[in-house]
């Protein structure tokens, strides 16, 4: 089981960007997937961005539309999510998971970092 805690979050304007963090414990990393999943007023909880084991491959919401980039570097057991160009409809508690075999899998769960956009 992995420990996540992420970080990043805080608020920003329209347009604006953040850079959130998920650093990984307990377990090497390189075993999982992993993904940002966000909860939001509108939606409720949405799929942001997955990443595969090696990082070739990555999925996102269809909502992200280009905006977003998922990255992992295993050596610092971080994992990554540029946000660019964000909008109020962003605003939420964006939260990392693992799973040892699925990329939108949700076997480990971080707490969350709150981000808010104001238009």
């Known amino acids: 089981q992995l420990r996540l805690v992420e970080s990043g979050g805080g608020s920003v304007q329209a347009g604006g960007s953040l850079t959130l ?3 990984a414990s307990g377990y090497p990393m390189e075993y999982f997937y992993f993904a940002w999943f966000r909860r939001t007023p509108g939606t ?3 799929g942001v961005a ?3 084991i090696n990082g ?3 999925s996102y919401g ?3 539309k ?3 980039t998922i ?6 057991k971080t994992v990554y999510l540029q946000m660019d160009n964000l909008q109020p409809e962003d605003t939420g508690i964006y939260y990392c998971t693992a799973d040892r075999a699925f990329c939108w899998g949700t076997m480990d769960e971080g707490q969350g ?4 956009v104001s238009s």
């Open 71 to 76: 990255s992992r570097d295993d050596a610092k």
């Open 62 to 64: 269809l909502f992200v």
């Open 50 to 52: 997955c990443i595969s």
């Open 44 to 46: 409720g909880r949405d």
């Open 66 to 68: 280009g905006r977003f």
């Open 56 to 58: 070739s491959e990555r």
């Open 113 to 116: 970092t709150q981000v808010t």
């Open 21 to 23: 963090s998920c650093a």
